[in-house]
């Protein structure tokens, strides 16, 4: 009789599925000479960053945990916290695209923002965050009076 415990055991040297590495290498190849792309191994994924040269461009990245992504686009807010399942992935190249396209506006208020993005079926994604400081008060309609930035294309 053969011992069979630890067969079915993961083997931890070999690399995590990634759902979105296909996604960061097109966007490395086309964005050649128009902004930097960097994929880094994280504990469990990996992290993409996506800095244009384009100082009015929008930089932006995400976090691919294989079961989880975790899209940035905003200083504060732009957070979309995903599943990896394909039309999450899909959402997650369209809004990369639409930034990459410039059509990403972000509203700042103090501690705060509000991201923007339009997809190319025109429909609008807008994710609100912010880090509060103690003793804060509320800013009631906030994004109508604060500064907003329309940001460029790479291109």
Same mark, same amino acid.
């Given at each position: 009789m053969t011992d069979e415990r630890?067969? *079915?055991? #993961?083997?931890?040297?070999q690399p995590p599925r990634t759902p979105t590495?296909?996604?960061? $290498?097109? %966007?490395?190849?086309?964005l050649a000479g128009v902004? /930097?792309?960097?994929?880094? $191994?994280?504990?469990?994924?990996?992290?993409v960053s996506i800095t244009p040269s384009n100082p *009015?461009? $929008?930089?932006?990245? !995400? /976090?691919?945990?294989?079961?989880e992504l975790i899209l940035g686009v905003g200083d504060y807010g732009g957070r979309w916290e995903l599943e990896a399942g394909p039309e999450d992935v899909? %959402?997650?190249?369209d809004i990369a695209r639409s930034v990459i396209a410039g059509r990403v506006r972000e509203v700042f208020a103090a501690g705060r923002s509000a991201v923007s993005v339009t997809l190319a079926n025109g429909s609008v994604?807008?994710?609100?965050?912010?880090?509060?400081?103690?003793?804060?008060? #509320? %800013? #009631?309609? !906030?994004?109508r009076w604060s500064r907003s930035v329309q940001y460029a294309p790479y291109r």
């Open positions: 630890g067969l *079915d055991e #993961p083997d931890t040297d590495l296909k996604v960061a $290498r097109q %966007l490395a190849k086309e902004a /930097t792309v960097e994929v880094d $191994r994280v504990k469990g994924g990996i992290s *009015d461009a $929008r930089a932006f990245g !995400w /976090t691919d945990f294989s079961d899909a %959402l997650l190249e994604e807008t994710e609100i965050g912010g880090e509060v400081p103690a003793g804060c008060l #509320p %800013l #009631p309609f !906030w994004r």
